[in-house]
């Protein structure tokens, strides 16, 4: 079985910087993704993790442990369009899985 | 062409009711995914067909039926459905079951009632 905890909701301001951070328990863990998701649409991919350490893509930047079974999502200088749910998701076995998600945080950032 | 499309994008069906959910992608990809997501909760994987063969089903019951005509389209058959299975049905599609990176169609937000 798998275990995937994420806040369930966090505020920031416009320019800052904000963490959002998942744990997780697995069996057979086979990477890591982070998804942003706007009210009412589909779920978009913004990172992939499998090794540890951090990966950065612009402003998203996203880090994995996996001996501590732990994540997070690092967005800078925010923008109001940065309002929506972000999922972590774990895909569990080498093949024949997809993802599983997280309940997901909803971040809303205010001028 | 990096899009996975849906059709309808909302469908309102009665209990004894059959309808179909359409998806298409023109990637190449040949793995494609059924995923369910009630509101506000994160979506959940239904089905997964891989090289046009089901891969994975998520226990989920019969009045779901998947069909997967060849390697672009994936069809979601409902009948009997109950008004709990009012949600967003979201399609998505990757380059094989080990690709990495899936993408999402916009979904078929489905009522029930």
């Known amino acids: 079985g798998q275990n995937i905890d994420q806040p369930t909701e966090m505020t920031a301001t416009e320019g800052a910087i904000v963490q959002i951070n998942c744990t997780y328990q697995?069996?057979?863990?086979?990477?890591l993704f982070w998804y942003q998701q706007h009210a009412g649409e589909a779920p978009t991919f913004l990172s992939y993790?499998?090794?540890?350490g951090l990966e950065e893509k612009g402003r998203f930047s996203s880090f994995l442990s996996r001996s501590k079974g732990y994540s997070y999502l690092l967005l800078k200088e925010l923008q109001m369009k940065d309002s929506a749910s972000y999922l972590c998701?774990?895909?569990?076995?080498?093949?024949?899985?997809?993802?599983?998600f997280g309940k997901g945080t909803t971040l809303s950032v205010s001028s | 062409d990096t899009e996975v499309t849906q059709t309808p994008k909302h469908l309102v069906m009665g209990m004894t009711n059959k309808k179909s959910l359409k998806c298409e992608q023109h990637?190449?990809?040949?793995?494609m995914y059924w995923y369910k997501q009630k509101a506000k909760k994160p979506p959940e994987l239904m089905f997964v067909?891989?090289?046009?063969?089901?891969?994975i089903n998520e226990s989920v019951p019969s009045r779901f039926s998947p069909e997967c005509p060849n390697s672009s389209l994936l069809n979601l058959h409902l009948h009997a459905l109950q008004p709990e299975d009012s949600a967003l049905y979201l399609c998505a599609s990757s380059q094989d079951q080990s690709a990495y990176e899936q993408y999402f169609g916009p979904g078929t937000r489905l009522t029930v009632t």
């Open positions: 697995t069996s057979g863990f086979n990477g």
């Open positions: 990637m190449g990809h040949r793995a």
């Open positions: 998701a774990v895909r569990e076995r080498q093949a024949g899985t997809a993802l599983i």
């Open positions: 067909y891989s090289y046009e063969k089901l891969s």
């Open positions: 993790n499998v090794l540890d």
